[in-house]
């Protein structure tokens, strides 16, 4: 079974940064897009970054500028590097890996907690 292990979670000063790593545990065919979300306590489940199987990104405004969204196709690994930190980034990080299809088919990581705090 395909499983997906994030890491890089923590507590984190304002302004600082974290990276974060979500590696799957064998290639997936077919994926067409990979991407993390988060949720806080009381919201909804929130689209982050997201990048497409030909590289092209897309970005919640909220962390314009300040988050960049990667890959390495040979590890089978996606990162999340998040800069600026702010308290409001403050949630439950959950990378996911996107393959479409009739039922959709989407893999998910455990979720890992960042914690943004003096």
């Known amino acids: 079974q395909v499983q997906l292990v994030e890491s890089g979670g923590g507590l984190v000063q304002p302004g600082g940064s974290l990276r974060l790593s979500c590696a799957a545990s064998e290639s997936i065919f077919g994926i067409i897009s990979t991407g993390w979300y988060r949720q806080a306590p009381g919201k909804q489940r929130e689209l982050v970054a997201v990048?497409?199987?030909?590289?092209?990104?897309n970005y919640a405004d909220s962390v314009k500028g300040r988050f960049t969204i990667s890959r390495d196709n040979a590890k089978n690994t996606v990162y999340l590097q998040m800069n600026s930190l702010k308290p409001e980034d403050t949630a439950v990080y959950y990378c996911n890996f996107y393959k479409g299809g009739f039922p959709r088919k989407d893999y998910w990581g455990q979720g890992t907690q960042v914690t943004v705090s003096d």
């Open positions: 990048i497409t199987s030909g590289g092209s990104t």
